[in-house]
């Protein structure tokens, strides 16, 4: 039988060939870890990056404690350069962990009120950036709170402070079990009316248009994996930096079916980031991190 002169079967007959011919190389350096701190003393290294969520001591209709020098996020970022860790810190700007009623937002006639929202917003990413954050990260979803953000950085000297926008935040049934970590579930009703349908793509474009517009450094789509499509799209139209955030489901069911016994966990995670990465994701947020960094060093 005659074969063609090309054979692609030629390029996978060995390890050594496969990681030369490689197309996408997943490394820790794209990696950030999330992280939920709480009242306390100790600090764990994540790896080039963490992005910290706050579990406060005490909740409020306007989310009160997200604002303050004393937060917990706060004092982490100094115990963290206190700590000579060599380490970018990210913080998550949004109130649903820190308000009672759950939602991302200050609540006035029963709804999420869009504009008295961004000035708490604002004021929470200033209070991060005193502390010593690198980056802040809008996830409210509310319009125009990057330039809300960029402004107040700007007004009280902190231009160099980077935005990671959660631009594409999709209104997700895989964000289960950081709601219950954070204890952040809304109280009331739902977040149907400021994060985004998961039938839309084109409006994911919009909203990435218009955060980059009001100052955005970097871009975030989330959840990852129901959206690969999405982060492709933005990939491909926009020269920023794209984030994906590999949210708390999407770790779940790996781990589930890893204690079932039906996945094997090392190479379906390697399969799912370099998945993510390989449809334009230059970041990726990840609680399977500090795993990923120690099978790529033993690897």
């Given at each position: 039988m005659s074969f063609p002169a090309q054979r692609p079967r030629r390029l996978r007959r060995s390890e050594l060939l496969r990681g030369l011919v490689r197309e996408t190389r997943l490394s820790a350096s794209g990696l950030i870890y999330p992280m939920f701190v709480c009242p306390g003393n100790r600090v764990r290294q994540g790896l080039p990056g963490v992005i910290l969520f706050g579990l406060p001591e005490s909740k409020d209709p306007r989310g009160a404690s997200s604002v303050s020098a004393q937060g917990v996020v706060q004092r982490a970022i100094e115990a963290?350069?206190?700590?000579?860790?060599?380490?970018?810190?990210?913080t998550d700007v949004c109130l649903c962990e820190y308000t009672d009623h759950g939602h991302c937002g200050v609540i006035e006639h029963g709804?999420?009120?869009?504009?008295?929202?961004?000035?708490?917003?604002?004021?929470?990413a200033l209070s991060h950036?005193?502390?010593?954050?690198?980056?802040?990260?809008?996830?409210?979803?509310?319009?125009?709170?990057?330039?809300?953000?960029?402004?107040?950085?700007?007004?009280?000297?902190?231009?160099?402070?980077?935005?990671?926008?959660?631009?594409?935040k999709y209104c997700s049934g895989f964000y289960g079990p950081f709601r219950e970590a954070a204890q952040s579930a809304p109280q009331f009703g739902d977040?149907?009316?400021?994060?985004?349908?998961?039938?839309?793509?084109?409006?994911?474009?919009?909203?990435?248009?218009?955060?980059?517009?009001e100052g955005a450094d970097m871009v975030m789509?989330?959840?990852?994996?129901?959206?690969?499509?999405?982060?492709?799209?933005?990939?491909?139209?926009?020269?920023?930096?794209?984030?994906?955030?590999?949210?708390?489901?999407?770790?779940?069911?790996?781990?589930?079916a890893v204690q079932k016994g039906w996945l094997d966990e090392q190479r379906v995670v390697l399969e799912v980031l370099t998945g993510i990465q390989r449809a334009g994701a230059?970041?990726?947020?990840?609680?399977?991190?500090?795993?990923?960094?120690?099978w790529l060093k033993q690897c």
């Amino acid at each position: 039988m005659s074969f063609p002169a090309q054979r692609p079967r030629r390029l996978r007959r060995s390890e050594l060939l496969r990681g030369l011919v490689r197309e996408t190389r997943l490394s820790a350096s794209g990696l950030i870890y999330p992280m939920f701190v709480c009242p306390g003393n100790r600090v764990r290294q994540g790896l080039p990056g963490v992005i910290l969520f706050g579990l406060p001591e005490s909740k409020d209709p306007r989310g009160a404690s997200s604002v303050s020098a004393q937060g917990v996020v706060q004092r982490a970022i100094e115990a963290i350069r206190k700590a000579n860790l060599k380490l970018l810190v990210i913080t998550d700007v949004c109130l649903c962990e820190y308000t009672d009623h759950g939602h991302c937002g200050v609540i006035e006639h029963g709804e999420v009120a869009n504009d008295a929202t961004l000035t708490v917003l604002a004021e929470q990413a200033l209070s991060h950036a005193r502390a010593g954050a690198d980056v802040v990260a809008p996830s409210d979803m509310m319009d125009g709170r990057v330039a809300a953000i960029r402004e107040k950085l700007d007004e009280h000297k902190f231009e160099n402070i980077a935005i990671l926008s959660y631009a594409a935040k999709y209104c997700s049934g895989f964000y289960g079990p950081f709601r219950e970590a954070a204890q952040s579930a809304p109280q009331f009703g739902d977040r149907r009316g400021y994060q985004m349908d998961p039938a839309n793509a084109r409006e994911a474009l919009k909203e990435v248009a218009l955060d980059l517009d009001e100052g955005a450094d970097m871009v975030m789509i989330k959840p990852a994996l129901p959206y690969l499509d999405i982060i492709r799209r933005v990939h491909e139209a926009f020269n920023v930096p794209v984030a994906a955030y590999n949210v708390s489901g999407e770790y779940a069911m790996i781990k589930a079916a890893v204690q079932k016994g039906w996945l094997d966990e090392q190479r379906v995670v390697l399969e799912v980031l370099t998945g993510i990465q390989r449809a334009g994701a230059g970041l990726t947020l990840t609680y399977h991190a500090k795993d990923v960094a120690r099978w790529l060093k033993q690897c």
